[in-house]
């Protein structure tokens, strides 16, 4: 297994189906882009440090990509990276103007020459993307989970596009929206509440995917659902060291590859394929069940008709006359219930159910919101959100016992 895990903390089973939504960064999580920043601010950095060295007769220590990189300017506005690097090595720069050239010697023409040498890579050579990454966004899009990258970087877009995989994600708050709406940069969470409001969701159900500490932090301090750390190093590289300390900053779990958050294809499982339902009158109950849920009606034969949600599951109808007995003698409810991942979806079943005469009423029982009607025939169709596997063990079971 990849999943790092210390001795003395079991790493959590996490469920990807269980959140509304995930918020990605991109250095080091989606996108291989951290080296390429890191060897460009070194370019940036030491450029500096030898022009400044020989104007005010000092030696500097150069720009580590490692310790450095992750200490000072990894997760921060880009501003926010040349202060921090600089102020280590006791040097002060007038802050300057958005406009300033790339030799200007301010804050934002050093941060500007370290943009042009990054701009200038991603055009070269492109950006390399995580595999196991991209691989649990898909799965996610797959089951309509939302998802977002939020990352300090102003050149986020240039990246996802280069790594081609923009269209992967519903929302970005990038450097860009930092600067604009005045956000804190990390380890302040406002960069990751932000994404969380532009996809409508509640950080308490959302989460963080990091690999930053102070990413991390950012996460923790947003009360989001799940913390997820992202650990890329190799155990002789102090692989392990570095896992730990992504818990000790607040993450739940720590992944060296996110697609062990991906259930894997020889995981045995099984799920509910069909329902059988009596009817009194087959067309009637067709056209009710075609429209409310968009079956298709492969097969249509005699007093039957199979029916195929977008999902593939199945509706078998049976046309038994309008005096026949239920089967099972009455014994227990006989009604359909059916679950959305959405409230927008819960909200356009509620409009059809009403189109179609069938509506009864929406109540709320716990976190749960349900939304009753009526068949032809009079059978309860029950739609719910949030579904079953979205829900936290407490609430199935209040549900089941009380």
């Known amino acids: 297994m990849s999943n790092e895990c210390l001795p003395s903390r079991e790493q959590p089973a996490v469920d990807i189906g269980a959140y509304d939504a995930w918020l990605f960064d991109l250095d080091g999580v989606l996108t291989k882009t951290a080296t390429v920043h890191a060897a460009a601010w070194k370019k940036a950095f030491d450029g500096f440090l030898q022009e400044e060295g020989t104007r005010c007769g000092k030696e500097f220590a150069p720009f580590d990509p490692g310790e450095d990189y992750q200490r000072y300017v990894d997760g921060e506005p880009r501003a926010d990276g040349v202060r921090n690097f600089l102020a280590s090595r006791d040097i002060t720069l007038p802050e300057g103007s958005d406009g300033d050239a790339a030799d200007a010697r301010t804050v934002t023409g050093l941060g500007n020459r370290k943009n042009e040498l990054l701009l200038q890579e991603l055009k070269t050579s492109g950006v390399d993307s995580y595999s196991g990454a991209v691989a649990l966004v898909k799965a996610l899009r797959s089951q309509g989970t939302p998802t977002a990258v939020v990352s300090a970087s102003e050149n986020t877009a240039e990246a996802l596009k280069a790594a081609g995989i923009a269209d992967l994600f519903d929302a970005r708050v990038d450097g860009h929206v930092v600067k604009e709406r005045d956000l804190a940069g990390k380890p302040a969470p406002d960069s990751y509440l932000e994404g969380a409001r532009l996809l409508g969701v509640d950080p308490a159900r959302t989460v963080v995917v990091e690999d930053a500490l102070a990413g991390v932090e950012a996460g923790r301090a947003g009360n989001f659902g799940l913390v997820v750390g992202v650990n890329h190093h190799d155990d002789d590289a102090g692989g392990h060291d570095y896992a730990d300390q992504l818990r000790k900053h607040g993450a739940d779990a720590v992944f060296s590859d996110l697609a062990d958050l991906v259930a894997s294809a020889d995981t045995p499982r099984a799920k509910a394929a069909s329902s059988v339902i009596f009817v009194a009158e087959l067309e009637r109950s067709v056209s009710f069940y075609q429209r409310l849920f968009n079956c ?17 599951f199945q509706l078998y109808l049976v046309a038994k006359g309008s005096h026949q007995e239920h089967p099972t003698g009455g014994i227990g409810e006989h009604h359909l219930m059916w679950s959305t991942d959405s409230p927008a979806a819960l909200a356009h079943f509620e409009r059809v159910l009403k189109d179609l005469g069938g509506y009864t009423y929406t109540h709320t029982d716990g976190e749960v ?8 025939d009079g059978i309860r169709v029950v739609i719910a959100h949030p579904s079953p596997e979205q829900q936290p063990r407490s609430v199935l079971d209040g549900r089941l016992y009380n």
């Not at 298709?296 to 593939?312: H, I, K, S």
């Not at 919101?369 to 032809?376: H, K, N, Q, S, Y």
Request: charged share 20%.
């Open 296 to 312: 298709t009606v492969p097969v249509r034969q005699g007093n039957g008709a199979l029916l195929l949600t977008p999902d593939g």
């Open 369 to 376: 919101v349900f939304v009753e009607g009526r068949d032809p």
